[in-house]
């Protein structure tokens, strides 16, 4: 196979346990974004590029790197588009610890903001969790990629 270069807005393949696939943009400060797609047969990139960006992950471009996860084509992104959106730090087992903190990740920064925009991004779903074992992605995908975002908010909010 003929390997592509590996850079912010590299389009990803992710082979999940099941034999399916899903697709992920690579954005700096290694977050990939998940396309709102799973495909039982491999997708051109520029079929999945038709698809939204659904969730977020931090996770170290190991697999990228080596190969396990392909890159597959890629799409131009200029200065502004190479960082993710705004992603709140949502812990799920804290979330009223989460919600008063109101901290999210822009740009490589942590910036705390209005918790009512902290609010609208979680309930979103754009949040940002990592990976420290990326090869346990593929397996998260597939439990929460349908009915993303999957988590409770606070009984208060």
Known sequence: MNRKKIGYGSIIEIPLPDGRFAYGLLFK????????????????????????????KGCNESLI???????????????EEVHAPDLAYYVEWLPEESVERSAINRKEKTV???KEYYIYLVRKGYTLGTFNKPEQ?????????????????????
């Open 137 to 157: 992605l593929p397996q998260w995908i597939l439990e929460h990629l349908e009915n993303w975002p999957d988590f409770q908010m606070p009984k208060n909010i």
């Open 112 to 114: 705390i903001v209005e």
């Open 65 to 79: 790197k080596n190969g396990t996860w392909p890159v597959i084509g890629s799409i131009e992104l200029d200065d």
């Open 29 to 56: 400060d290694s977050i990939i974004g998940i396309y709102n797609i799973i495909s039982e047969i491999r997708v051109l990139p520029e079929n999945i590029v038709n698809h939204e960006l659904k969730l977020y």
